[in-house]
Nanobody, 126 residues
């Protein structure tokens, strides 16, 4: 069973920086990591994709965070990071990590699955 655990959220002033981390247990092959967020009051809406990092190392970001946020991964630690710089009030949200990839669920049974972290709140306020 694959489980994700996030950490690093908190309160930060506008212009400040914060780093989120997300680690997983269990084996996931050809994993793609993604970060999403959901702003307060928008719980009924679809989560916004912040960025993603694929198994071949390519990374892409939403226009709203490009140049300020950086996704990196440490495969040896099964961990992905989201470095957030020059934070703005509109970055306030619950941030979720997601991993998607091939998981061996049983003998001769490999499935492409996705798993979500529990979410961590980032509040940008003075």
């Amino acid at each position: 069973q694959v489980q994700l655990v996030e950490s690093g959220g908190g309160l930060v002033q506008p212009g400040g920086s914060l780093e989120l981390s997300c680690g997983h247990s269990g084996r996931v092959f050809d994993a793609k990591w993604s970060w999403y967020r959901q702003a307060p009051g928008k719980e009924g809406e679809e989560r916004e994709l912040v960025g993603e990092n694929t198994s071949d190392g390519s990374t892409k970001y939403a226009d709203s965070v490009r140049g300020r946020f950086t996704i990196s991964r440490d495969n040896a630690k099964n961990t992905v990071y989201l470095q957030m710089n020059n934070l703005k009030r509109e970055d306030t949200a619950v941030y979720y990590c997601k991993i998607e990839g091939d998981v061996v669920v049983a003998a001769h049974d490999v499935r492409n699955l996705e798993f979500w972290g529990q979410g961590t709140l980032v509040t940008v306020s003075s």
